[in-house]
């Protein structure tokens, strides 16, 4: 292993998107600096690494933290987005900035629910040859059965959409310069990017880890947007359920069948006004069946035409360097 160790780069950047998190960011940079110290004194990484925030447009005092810490101890570095742009662009303008210095990076949540200790383990892996390392979560003894049973659902339901996802592996994960430099070719609008990576390909592993809870603050994650999520994951990732509809058309066109055979033998032995209810339920039917096809067929159209855009994902105002 140690051979393999100097033929790699060795400069580490972290990179933690930051929303409103003036709460936990002062703890979660002395925690970070104390990781980073211990690697950089154990000589696994390079003096050159750093800590990168990336605020994504932050209503609270996030920002100037940031700049303080910068100011203190140059390890810190931050990025600024000029506004909210949410949690997966922010993500991709850290990463895409910190590989134009690292030669690994990793992605963590500011809250550091995802324990630090997997860094480690990721740095060892990369040296072993890996150009992506998940972080999978072992246990979500924490997280309330809410929290739990909507996000495994959410995993199985993107397996099932056809999506190739790593089961309870979130956006904690160490990627290469190498496979970064890759992931700036999908240049797709609708960012998933727990979709994306695995397309990549490369020599991966997982690591796991337990899932800690929240240390201060709340979470920025709230249903509305954990839905957008998924909503997102499943449309930019697979037609299913376009597929689906039309399955579904099929299957109500038999059923129709059924029911023109019915209400013939009903008109044909005089019952004629008992078939009013079947009437009533089958226009309910085909028209919130048409609704529902309509919108999700108008999601699709609205992604083609958002990918036709090429809106820039994410605007950098400022860096501190
Ligand atoms: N986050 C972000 N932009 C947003 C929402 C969240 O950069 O619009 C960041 C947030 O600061 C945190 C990470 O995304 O570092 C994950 O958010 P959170 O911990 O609140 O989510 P949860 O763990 O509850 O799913
Ligand atoms: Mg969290």
Redesign the pocket.
């Known amino acids: 292993m140690e051979a393999k160790t100097c033929e790699r780069g060795r400069i580490l950047y972290l990179a ?4 409103n ?1 003036e709460e936990v960011l002062p703890e979660t940079a002395q925690r970070l600096l104390g990781k980073m110290e211990d690697l950089m004194e154990k000589n696994r990484i390079s003096k050159e690494s750093r800590i990168l925030f ?1 605020n ?1 447009g932050s209503k609270d005092r996030t920002w100037e933290l940031i700049e303080e810490l910068h100011e203190k101890n140059p390890i810190f570095q931050g990025i600024r987005l000029s506004r ?1 742009k ?2 997966q662009n ?1 993500l991709l303008g850290g990463l895409m900035t910190a590989k134009e210095y690292a030669d690994m990076v990793i992605s963590m ?3 550091l ?1 995802d324990d630090i200790d997997v860094i480690d383990q990721f740095v060892e892996k990369y040296y072993e040859g890996c150009e992506i390392v998940y972080g999978v979560r072992s246990a979500r003894k924490t997280d309330t059965f809410f929290k739990r049973f909507t996000a495994e659902s959410f995993y199985r339901m993107i397996n099932f959409m056809g999506g190739e996802v790593v089961f309870n592996h979130a956006d904690c994960r160490l990627m290469s310069k190498r496979a970064l430099d890759e992931l700036e070719n999908y240049r797709e609008v609708n960012l998933f990017l727990r979709g994306i990576v695995p397309m990549i390909g490369f020599q991966t592993a997982s690591v796991t880890y337990e899932r800690q809870e ?1 240390f201060a603050g709340e ?3 709230p249903l509305k ?1 954990m839905v957008g999520l998924a909503v997102d994951g499943i449309t930019s990732l697979s037609i299913k359920p376009i597929r689906f509809i039309v399955f579904l058309g099929g299957l109500l066109f038999l059923c129709s069948i059924l029911m023109l055979i019915y209400s013939l033998v009903q008109h044909y032995l005089g019952n004629t006004i008992s078939g009013w209810t079947s009437l009533i339920v089958s226009i309910w039917a085909i028209g919130g069946l048409q609704l529902f096809a309509i919108g999700i067929i108008g999601e699709y159209i609205g992604k083609i035409y958002l990918e036709t855009k090429a809106r820039p994902k994410y605007i950098i105002e400022k860096v501190l360097r």
């Open positions: 933690i998107p930051c929303y998190e990336i994504d909210n949410g949690h922010a949540d500011a809250d629910q929240r979470s920025k994650y947007k």
